[in-house]
């Protein structure tokens, strides 16, 4: 990871380092009281929830509130609901009946450790969770309430049918299937581009962004959300087990469209780079607030998993 | 069904299938167009949906509305959302790795006709659509926000780890093991009597609903909920196949807690009997607007499913 100075001179792995502890405070606290009857639902949660995350959507989302003068006070229940949609969609996308995972981060996916039932409900209680804090956030972090509503629109659509859930099922139909590159991107929009371009556009909505710069903001958040999933079919190529933290190789093995496989490596590596360009360019008329924002940009292609 | 006229001189029947008929063309609507990406996605959704419901929640949602003044314009979206939610808690608990059911209302379920991954999804995206429903009220029925979101919360609270899904998770717990009648009222009044309360609340808030009366909606609510899974357990000894549309027997079969194998039938008819007159006595300040909820209170202990 290169480390470049940010405004206030800190390195952006301490940026990150920073806002992933406060985040991770929030997110236990949000889980509630670890006695609550079924114990074994909260264990699951909880597993899954910290089992090392970098918590990328939810710095995103604060970052891009910083970015147009709003502050992580603003923002951080709803940076933290987006960790649990996006946690509960790792736990169904493991399942065996899904893509059939048993390493996630280096660790044991839930449902090697809690049975299938559990890592289902654990799922299904993480996505339900992050709506009861996101139609709380009026009350917890002065948010107007339609601002609220606002947020909670653009994530359950960015999530569901036409969104994430819409673009798993896409990637389950179509392995095995020779896809064309456009309904591969238009999968990965789906799949993982969606959940970004909310997060980034909630930290924006909620900020106070005037409309020229949440349009800004939105196309940072596509273009990365493109390069996201590019640099993770990379990382299936090129990676370590210790690096990726789960099988490498697998989306050969299961005959997978990557880009890799349908433009090659290097045709990858040049439009992953493309991405993150037009990404930093769509901020050009931002200040140094919008620093965090850049280097996250950067650090994602450059990520280990 | 005991067929007793209401205010209007329509029988419940003719009250239920005018309901049913607005709440189905109103899911529909919701659910989108049909030839959006991924195809069989919207299949599985659709299928699961229109799969011959009462919508017994969600013409709760619209009664409570009318009992406090409110008009089913102002409830239509949250009932449908209620309905979404009670879709995918049916898919989800019919998996293989839960209930492993094969029928559901006479039709093979969702992962008998779609498979695993789909029912799942199906499931995850029912779930996602109600909140995206429900952040759309203000805009869709001029609901105030603030009202809104509080009943967002109502019903996120009701379906998640402290609500359903818990309930969910300590009924596949329970299996094979002896409980105590207070931990299977715990495991009902979560996993069924929650989501049923909340519906009852939803269209009393949005309403209008002064607090005393939200508070007797309230006692209705939980009251007859807990009824409710008392009748369905009573359903699965006596009921034939015809009425109840899945396998009869299975609770037992599977050794499952139930009011009959814990009381006895005929202590499970009085239980009921006398939820059901205390349900109907909370509402014992309301005029006629509230005949329709006083019915189906009694609706329920007779209904086949």
Redesign the interface.
């Known amino acids: 990871m290169i480390i470049k100075s940010l405004k206030n001179n800190i390195p952006l792995s301490q940026y990150i380092d920073k806002y992933k502890a406060i985040i991770e405070e929030n997110l236990l606290r949000l889980l ?1 009281p670890s006695e ?3 114990v ?3 264990q699951s ?1 909880h597993y899954s929830l910290f089992a090392g995350g970098k918590r990328i959507r939810s710095i995103l989302c604060i970052a891009s509130a910083e970015a147009v003068g709003g502050a992580i006070g603003d923002v951080i229940h709803i940076a933290s609901a987006i960790e649990m949609i996006h946690t ?1 969609s790792l736990i ?1 996308d493991d ?1 065996p ?2 893509d059939n995972d048993d390493l996630r981060r280096g660790k044991p996916t839930n449902h090697k450790v809690f ?4 890592a ?2 654990a ?3 993480l ?3 992050a ?2 804090t ?3 956030i ?1 009350v917890l972090s002065n948010i ?3 601002k ?3 947020v ?2 653009e994530i ?2 960015s ?4 969104g994430m ?2 673009g ?3 990637d ?2 179509s392995q095995g299937k020779r896809i064309d590159i456009s309904s591969l991107e ?1 999968m990965h929009m789906k799949k993982t581009g969606a959940l970004i371009r909310a997060s980034v556009r909630s930290g924006g909505i909620v900020g106070g962004a005037a409309p020229p710069r949440l349009l800004a903001l939105t196309e940072y958040g596509e273009n990365i959300g493109h390069a996201f999933q590019i640099a993770d079919d990379i990382l299936d190529v090129e990676g370590s087990i210790e690096d990726v933290g789960k099988t490498i190789g697998k989306d050969i093995a299961q005959n997978k469209n990557t880009y890799p496989a349908m433009i090659g490596l290097d045709e990858s590596k040049a439009l992953e780079k493309s991405l993150i360009d037009r990404a930093i360019e769509a901020l050009n008329d931002f200040d140094e607030s919008a620093d965090p924002l850049r280097m996250i940009a950067k650090y994602i292609v450059e990520r280990k998993r």
């Not at 049975?115 to 559990?118: I, N, S, V, W």
């Not at 999530?159 to 036409?162: F, P």
């Open positions: 509630g609550i009857t079924p074994t639902l909260y949660m509960y169904h399942l009946s899904m049975g299938e039932a559990t289902i409900l799922g299904d209680a996505l339900t969770l709506f009861t996101l139609s709380d009026s107007p309430p339609e609220a509503l606002h909670i629109n359950a659509l999530s569901g049918h036409y859930v819409g798993q099922q896409i389950m139909e238009q």
